[in-house]
């Protein structure tokens, strides 16, 4: 799989100034900030993944019974999910989303 900072100049752009941003001194507040929000947004991407592959599963099994209660424990097992699938790392995106952010926060990002 291609690395996205070769495949476009902003997105490596985007990565140098993040690294010029972490490397700052005065910045040890906005890093942490701007990281939690990227890894909130791999969260919000990755739940809305895994609701969309519980709506194929049956009415069988610990998931099932078609009831308000199994709707409700499949939104709140999918958003667990997604959480923890972004807190142990992710799919790669809350990198992509810190260094946009860190891009739009010095006025370097690309339209």
Do not use: C, N, W
């Not at 900072?5 to 700052?24: D, V």
């Not at 969260?43 to 209660?69: I, R």
């Not at 499949?74 to 959480?83: F, I």
């Amino acid at each position: 799989m291609a690395d996205a900072t070769s495949s476009t100049p902003s997105a490596a752009a985007a990565l140098s100034t993040a690294k010029a941003f972490a490397a700052h001194p005065g910045a040890a507040k906005a890093p942490s900030k701007v990281d939690a929000a990227a890894e909130d947004f791999e969260a919000v991407f990755l739940t809305q993944m895994v609701q969309t592959m519980f709506e194929g599963l049956g009415e069988d099994g610990p998931l099932g019974g078609g009831s308000t209660g199994s709707d409700a424990y499949r939104s709140m097992l999918a958003d667990q999910y997604g959480r923890s699938i972004a807190a142990s790392g992710g799919v790669g995106l809350a990198a992509h989303v810190r260094a946009e952010l860190l891009a739009l926060q010095t006025g370097t990002a690309t339209p």
